[in-house]
């Protein structure tokens, strides 16, 4: 018979399939179910709200993100060092040590350092063991000299040693220092080796000397005089190449020389004997006899190297000379060549000149073989370290593995409202409470992302003291209107701690079907409400600006303006007949209406749903379409479904205020203000029924005979409209007479 597989339960839920995880063997089958079905691939361990040690943990590169194959490696560790999967959904942080699985080598070695760290505390006897006792038992080994990590603190070292002190600390001065496990600064291993070896090698090469006198008095004059050489020997080798060229063609002696052009140039600048430019002209006027002047006739920016290598170069070997010719500096350069060679191969490290006799002391001591011995037994300690680590990773699982899991493999913790791992905290703002907030680090970058969640996003700075903090807070219902930026409210996190918040970005996306249906009718009035305004301003402007011209006039004794005219007959004719046109069309429009009789009903909802219907489609399209990937995936998360936030989702994570149901309410404001529109409305609609009531005979049974509506039939005789078009043709002209 095949192996049996494992039964998987799943749930629906923001319109994706979701796996249930609830037991140990869930977790210890959980490499075999397809990732094609989990929620998120791949996570961040900062910016959420989860204990980022146990993140740490699992984050097995150091990359600052969990992936599906590093959480699958955590769950198979954990199922591998416990006798029974099924405490690893006990969310407890306190191990029995009989559910250490000893079987193998690594469980029974955590199992023998949980004794060790009971023994130490006092509690050999308990059979469990906490995350708090781990936890204080690394904490007190990082503090101890030897903790493990086989770095050397010497702040740490007995006090009995400070002769190790001073020599740990001069090494780390000069070859660096390592970090150890409790962040300090410290010695390693590599350093210690390279600081000796560099110091033999110097005190190998100072025992040389000696044999380096160059027929000088002392090796210290020779390593003396070779050094005043070298100083000087380029610009002296170049001084008689010049010369001994010139002295093969006469005619190179002028090229080679400065020119007057050369040094006109010079004469424009403000000059020094180290300025560069004069350091580059020869070190002597050329001479076809090749002879360096030594006691005058030198470039200014070398008369103290010349006077350096006369004194303590050709004077000791050659004798007093007040010239130098290109054999005699052979015979120089020859005669110090040993000690040229002693001095280049002098090894370049940080020892820097270290005396002989002080390296030869410390070769001589044991300083190197002791700290050694420090760093051997502090890497004996590592194992120790290393098995306490594992014990402190086992109970982490233990406590936070199922709870990371309904928060990666699926969303269970966000959609049962327990507050999933990357829900940063509440925002409360604009009269609602905001349940969806994601840490933000760079908001420009997440809202070109989070945008195709087709959801209003409010990106707010948050500030606690100097603390500063982004994030993001989906509005997913209630009204939008009131929502700007530079809107504050208040946010707290997770901890319960209070920050002020200041909306930065806004995302603008429907909440709701019912906020598109007002959507048209508030940017209609929104427009008529700023061309009024614009209008208003302009013509206050003008008025302002008129007055001030008058003022300006009266003030300088200007004879004021003409009068203003007379109203022109012909513009109130213009207006009058504009004002009979509107009245007709709008006297039109209501007998159509008023003929549709039962179904003008019908028409004004026909007439409601031109204008909020395109609005109302879009809203449903995007609502449609409304998810949490983008959100999560613009912070780092890899989302693997499309997690879909409906209206009833929405409607729970952004909860408006509501007044309690057993509390007292009084409906009477006495600063309520009374406006007068609602009551022309209601008028106008009034009417607009008895209009239609009339015109379709329904109240003929209480009207008189006179003020019953005409039929149609009559209303349209032309024997009777005939006498009505010429009695108003032939008024036409005395009007037009009379107006003239």
Same mark, same amino acid.
């Given at each position: 018979m095949?192996?049996q597989?494992?039964r998987?339960q ?5 319109g994706?399939d979701q796996?249930?995880? $609830?037991?140990?063997a ?9 990732q094609k079905l ?6 961040p361990?900062r ?5 980022p040690?146990?993140l740490?943990?699992?984050?097995d590169?150091a @990359?600052?993100r969990?992936r599906?194959?590093?959480?699958l490696a955590?769950?198979q560790?954990a199922v591998?060092?416990?006798?029974d ?7 407890a ?8 699985n000893?079987?193998?080598?690594s469980?029974?070695?955590m199992h023998?350092?949980?004794?060790r ?5 006092g509690q050999?006897?308990s059979s ?6 781990v ?8 503090a101890m000299?030897l903790?493990? @990590? =086989?770095?050397?603190?010497p702040a740490?070292?007995p006090a009995?040693?400070?002769d190790l002190?001073a020599l740990a600390q001069r ?6 220092a390592?970090i =150890?496990?409790?962040g300090e600064?410290?010695l390693a ?9 560099d110091?033999?090698?110097?005190a190998d090469?100072?025992a ?6 160059c027929?000088?008095d002392?090796p210290e004059?020779?390593?003396a005089?070779a050094q005043?050489?070298n100083a000087v020997?380029a610009?002296?080798d170049?001084?008689?190449a010049r010369c001994?060229?010139?002295?093969f063609d006469?005619k ?10 050369g040094y006109?140039?010079?004469?424009q600048?403000?000059l ?6 004069v350091?580059?002209?020869p070190l002597?006027?050329?001479?076809a006899?090749a002879l ?6 030198i ?5 103290d190297a010349?006077?350096?290598l ?12 007040t010239e130098?010719?290109?054999?005699q500096?052979?015979q120089v350069c020859d005669q110090l060549?040993?000690?040229r060679?002693?001095?280049?191969a002098r090894?370049?490290s940080?020892?820097g000149?270290?005396?002989l006799?002080e390296?030869q ?6 300083g190197?073989?002791r ?5 051997d037994?502090d890497?004996?300690?590592?194992v120790?370290s290393?098995?306490?680590?594992s014990?402190e ?11 990371l899991?309904n928060n ?7 959609y049962?409202r ?7 905290g509440t925002?409360?703002?604009?009269g ?9 680090q760079d ?6 992302l ?8 409010a990106?707010?700075?948050c500030r ?9 807070a989906?509005?997913t219902a209630?009204d939008?209107d ?11 996190d997770?901890?319960?701690q209070?920050w002020?918040?200041r ?8 909440t709701?079907?019912g906020?598109a249906?007002f959507?048209?009718?508030k940017?209609f009035l929104?427009?008529?409400?700023e061309q009024v ?10 008025i302002?600006e ?5 003022a300006a006039?009266l003030?300088?004794?200007a004879p004021?303006?003409?009068a203003p005219?007379k109203?022109d ?6 207006i =009058?007949?504009?004002? =009979?046109?509107i009245?007709t069309v709008l ?10 009789g ?10 409601v749903?031109?204008?909020s219907?395109?609005?109302m489609l879009i809203?449903w399209?995007k609502? $449609?379409e ?8 613009a912070?780092?998360?890899a989302i ?16 408006q ?6 509390a007292?309410?009084s409906?009477h @404001?006495?600063?309520?203000?009374q406006?007068p529109?609602r009551?022309w409305l ?5 009417l607009?029924l008895?209009?239609?009531a009339?015109?379709?005979g329904w109240l ?6 006179d003020?019953q509506p ?6 349209e005789d ?10 108003a043709?032939?008024?036409?002209p005395?009007?037009a007479?009379?107006?003239q």
């Open positions: 095949g192996m597989q494992h998987w799943f749930v629906r839920a923001g994706v796996v249930v995880i $609830r037991t140990g869930d977790i210890a089958h959980l490499a075999e179910l397809d989990w929620v998120a691939l791949a996570c361990t910016g959420v709200e989860f204990d040690a146990t740490d943990s699992i984050d590169n @990359d600052g969990i599906a194959p590093e959480l955590a769950c560790w591998a060092h416990v006798r999967p099924e405490v690893l959904v006990s969310g942080d306190v191990l029995a040590l009989d559910s250490i000893t079987g193998s080598d469980g029974a070695a023998a350092e949980a004794r760290i009971l023994a130490l505390a050999a006897g469990t063991i906490s995350l708090a006792q936890q204080e038992r690394l904490a007190d080994l990082s000299a903790n493990g @990590d =086989g770095i050397l603190n740490r070292l009995d040693a400070a002190q090494i780390m001065d000069a070859y660096g390592s =150890g496990c409790d600064p410290g291993q590599p350093a210690l080796e390279q600081f000796f070896a110091v033999r090698a110097l090469w100072q040389q000397a000696p044999a380096q006198c027929g000088l002392t004059r020779a390593c005089a005043v050489l020997q610009k002296v170049d001084f008689f001994r060229l010139a002295a006469t190179a002696l002028q090229p080679l020389s400065p020119s007057e052009e006109a140039a010079l004469g600048q403000t020094s004997a180290g300025d560069a430019a350091a580059a002209l002597a006027t050329l001479d006899a360096l002047p030594l006691n005058g006739g470039n200014p920016a070398w008369v010349v006077q350096a006369h004194t303590q170069v050709i004077v000791p070997l050659l004798g007093e000379q130098l010719s290109w054999a500096w052979q060549a040993p000690c060679q002693w001095l280049a090894p370049q940080p020892v000149d270290l005396p006799e390296a002391a410390l070769l001589a001591s044991d190197q073989q700290l050694q011995a420090l760093i037994q890497s004996a300690e590592a120790h290393g098995e306490a680590k014990l990773k086992l109970i982490r699982l233990q406590r936070d593995l199922l709870a899991l990666f493999v699926s969303f269970s913790s966000f049962s327990a507050g999933a791992m990357f829900q940063a925002l409360y703002l604009d609602r409470s905001c349940e969806l907030t994601v840490d933000v908001t420009g970058a997440h809202a070109a989070a945008g195709l969640a087709k959801t209003f996003l990106y707010c700075e606690r003291g100097d603390e500063v903090r982004h994030i993001v989906a509005f209630g939008v009131f929502l700007f930026v530079g809107r504050k409210g208040i946010f707290y997770r901890q319960g209070d002020d918040a909306i930065t970005t806004l995302i603008e996306n429907p709701s079907i906020q249906f959507s048209p009718y940017k929104r427009f008529i409400e305004a614009q209008r208003a301003a302009s013509k206050d402007a003008a302002t008129g007055l001030q011209t008058k006039n003030a300088a004794g004021p303006a003409d005219k109203t007959v012909g513009t109130v004719a213009a =009058g007949v504009a004002l =009979g046109s009245s006297v039109a429009i209501l007998t159509k209406v008023l003929e549709l039962p179904w003008i009903p019908l028409a004004v909802l026909g007439l749903l031109a204008i219907g395109p609005s809203a399209l609502l $449609r409304r998810s949490l990937g983008p959100i999560l995936d912070s780092g998360w693997n479904g499309r997690m879909k936030i409906n209206l009833p989702l929405g409607r729970s994570l952004s909860q205020a509501q007044v309690p149901a057993n007292h309410r409906l @404001d006495p600063y309520a203000q406006s529109a009551w209601a008028a106008a609609f009034v607009l008895a209009g239609a009339w015109s379709q003929n049974a209480w009207l008189p005979q003020w005409v039929p149609a039939a009559s209303a032309p024997a009777e409209k005939a006498p009505a078009a010429e009695a043709e032939a008024a036409a005395a009007a007479e009379a107006a």
